[in-house]
């Protein structure tokens, strides 16, 4: 890494400090509330707990997400941007307006959308596709009535061996394809692919909340564009 270029970080807080850090009035934590009244802090269901990787049963609905979110006193929900839960293949604006809908009507709000996102891949192609991804996601965190879009720099995925998820197949290709080339190079196309979302997301009145994570990311500091 040269002198002076931001280090890499792992993410090791949860969306709510990067919430807070991004305005006074966080729009997204990772647990029930636990602070004093009128501090102007949220709390918010993260819907990954029920996407069905992380269990050996059916993932819930995001209607579902949003019953669970006021069964226990959450005020708000972030939804993960992959299948089953909001991939924009599968969220039109029209089905995106209607969750908004019934969102509203159980007093829940929606926080924001998670990207699972990678751009540091070395093949171009790859980058494009993601940065298209991250793209469409930004729209349907728009048509949800959501103010934040979280992305990662890099992200090589999970598998599902058989039907619990896992990290480690995901992690060795990605660890193959990046060794040909530098970090340098890497944390470039990252930077890119990052500017470019943050210009589309400027368009739509979204916010990107940049999580701090592995393999490009190696301490806390908090990121936005």
Not at 39 to 50: F, H, N, Q, R
């Amino acid at each position: 890494m040269k002198e002076g270029m931001m280090n890499r970080r792992e993410f090791v807080e949860t969306l709510a400090a990067t919430a807070a850090i991004l305005e006074p009035t966080a729009r997204a934590v990772a647990g029930p509330r636990a602070d004093k009244p009128g501090s102007g802090m949220k709390a918010g269901l993260y819907s990954i707990t029920y996407l069905g990787i992380w269990y050996q049963d059916r993932a819930l609905t995001l209607e579902e997400v949003i019953q669970r979110a006021k069964k226990y006193g959450y005020d708000g929900v972030e939804f993960d941007g992959k299948r089953p839960h909001a991939n924009p293949l599968d969220w039109p604006t029209s089905r995106c307006r209607e969750l908004r809908r019934i969102a509203d009507g159980e007093g829940i709000e929606i926080f924001g959308v998670a990207a699972n996102n990678d751009f540091s891949s070395p093949i171009p192609e790859h980058r494009e596709s993601q940065i298209c991804y991250v793209r469409d996601l930004i729209r349907t965190a728009s048509d949800m009535g959501a103010r934040l879009v979280r992305v990662f720099f890099a992200w090589p995925g999970i598998t599902k061996h058989p039907q619990v998820g896992n990290y480690e197949i995901a992690k060795r290709i990605w660890a193959y394809t990046h060794k040909p080339f530098s970090m340098e190079a890497a944390w470039a196309w990252c930077r890119e692919g990052l500017t470019e979302c943050a210009r589309y997301a400027a368009d739509a009145g979204v916010t990107l909340a940049l999580q701090n994570h592995k393999p490009m990311m190696n301490d806390t500091t908090m990121c936005c564009a």
